[in-house]
């Protein structure tokens, strides 16, 4: 009925499915890149910036005006606003005045960044 069998355990498997080995575990990253990581997914973890996000990176150009995210978006301009700042102190969107204009684009290393996040 019982056999003198050993069976790995299998909650003991590493990573690459090495049943029984114990291995140390490092930190896939530093104390830093997971705060700066924290904060990018708390800024962009909201609906409306997604969709800001989304719209900007399809945008010719790679860039877009307030007005045409209002329009787009369905929201007044100081609600945009409100969330391309907060998007822009976070350092995901880079702001370019353009006389009376004002332009955002996605700062290439973050769009970057969101991207290593979803892999």
Request: no cysteine.
């Amino acid at each position: 009925m019982y056999s003198d069998r050993v069976v790995p355990d299998e909650s003991l498997s590493d990573a690459h499915g090495d049943a029984g080995v114990a291995r140390p575990l490092r930190a896939a990253m530093s104390k830093e890149q997971a705060e700066d990581f924290a904060r990018l997914l708390s800024v962009v973890s909201n609906a409306t910036r997604l969709q800001m996000l989304s719209i900007i990176y399809r945008s010719d150009g790679g860039r877009t005006r307030v007005a045409d995210l209002t329009s787009a978006l369905g929201l007044r301009q100081p609600t945009v606003s409100h969330h391309a700042k907060l998007l822009t102190e976070a350092g995901v969107l880079q702001r370019e005045p353009s006389g009376r204009e004002v332009w955002y684009s996605i700062v290439p290393h973050r769009l970057d960044a969101i991207a290593d996040l979803l892999r």
